[in-house]
Nanobody, 123 residues
């Protein structure tokens, strides 16, 4: 499964972005999808995950109420709407695909990864 993330950029605190992760895989709809981020000099961390049908979502506490994960299986794309951005949200954001939502917060559960898109939030 090939994943291509896009939509990152430089924004001021309080701003918004819409990240996209497109797949070329025709069976995209069978995968649970996740977004992770890796801040400069830090380990990769879980951000959000969504079930194959889009009916179940999970978020890390620090982004609840600000970020929204969604997917369009007809377009084989998963999105991450990021609002009310803070400087601490600065990171490379990566999308990934997993066979299920089991242990959705653990990067090890994800078989396929995109290359990431940089989000930089200035204060």
């Amino acid at each position: 499964v090939q994943l291509q993330a896009s939509g990152g950029g430089l924004v001021q605190a309080g701003g918004s972005l819409r990240l996209s992760c497109a797949s070329s895989e025709r069976t995209f709809s069978i995968y649970a999808m996740g977004w992770f981020r890796q801040p400069p000099g830090k380990e990769r961390e879980f951000v959000a995950a969504i079930s194959p049908t889009g009916t179940t979502t999970y978020y890390t506490d620090s982004v609840k109420g600000r970020f929204t994960i969604s997917r369009d299986n007809a377009e084989s794309t998963v999105y991450l709407q990021v609002n009310s951005l803070k400087p601490e949200d600065t990171a490379v954001y990566l999308c990934a695909a997993a066979p299920s939502l089991s242990y959705y917060y653990n990067p090890v559960q994800y078989n396929y990864w995109g290359q990431g898109t940089q989000v930089t939030v200035s204060s």
